[in-house]
């Protein structure tokens, strides 16, 4: 049976020991998986740690426009090159508790992804980006996940989307439409991820399985990972 697989590289730009960030991201890595049981595997290939000047604080960073901020622009452009732009989903753990706010909204978790090496609408390359506060839940990384894996192409809208494929959240006071989430409190697209035993429908999980992040395997085996300093 096919094994679908997700590469996940781990950045910490935190000041927690490497002993509590290893735990967290194996942790995060264990709930991922728990979340999409049965569809998608998240493989933790590396794990980097920062030095003291390199540390991030998440406070410093507006909540909107994420990856258009300078510094994480550098951080991120900075793990591409040392892992030579291997695909995969890039996680950043950040010191702080909450991104800068805008509008009040309390922001732990972030998902964006950066295309590359675009020919055409079934041919181009995604790298996932995910930054974390250190007031991420138990299913943040995986919830910021789906956001990554759900891009893809349109091909009647001849564009990008990354809407979630069991969506759209509607706001019951506002009637505003979120695209990216759903309305299911059990569901690990909720806007805010559920605590414990988050689900996803077929319709998240094959979507899921054909983004350009997510290897198809015939043969899998399980590896360890390395540990890296900047
Ligand atoms: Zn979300």
């Known amino acids: 049976m096919a094994v679908y697989t997700v590469d996940v590289y781990a950045f910490f730009v935190n000041s927690a020991s490497p002993r509590t960030n290893i735990g967290r991201i194996k942790q995060d890595i264990i709930n991922a998986n728990r979340a999409w049981n049965g569809c998608i595997k998240f493989d933790l290939k590396d794990i980097h740690f920062c030095k003291k000047e390199q540390i991030l604080n998440a406070g410093s960073i507006s909540t909107e426009k994420v990856f258009r901020n300078q510094q994480i622009n550098l951080l991120y452009n900075n793990a591409r090159n040392t892992m030579n732009n291997k695909i995969g989903i890039y996680v ?128 899998y085996m399980d590896e360890d990972f390395d540990v890296n300093f900047f």
């Open 92 to 219: 950043f753990y950040l010191n702080g508790k909450y991104l800068d706010e805008v509008n009040g909204r309390r922001v732990v978790g972030v998902a964006g992804t950066e295309l590359i090496d675009y020919k055409h609408g079934k041919d181009y390359k995604l790298i996932g980006r995910v930054l974390l506060t250190e007031m991420a839940g138990p299913f943040t990384f995986a919830h910021e996940c789906g956001h990554v894996l759900f891009k893809r192409y349109h091909s009647t809208k001849n564009t990008f989307i990354h809407n979630d494929p069991s969506g759209p959240y509607i706001n019951p006071k506002t009637k505003k439409i979120d695209s990216a989430h759903n309305n299911d409190r059990n569901n690990l697209m909720f806007p805010i991820s559920p605590f414990q035993n988050p689900m996803i429908t077929s319709e998240q999980c094959k979507i899921a399985k054909l983004s350009k992040i997510t290897r198809k395997r015939m043969v």
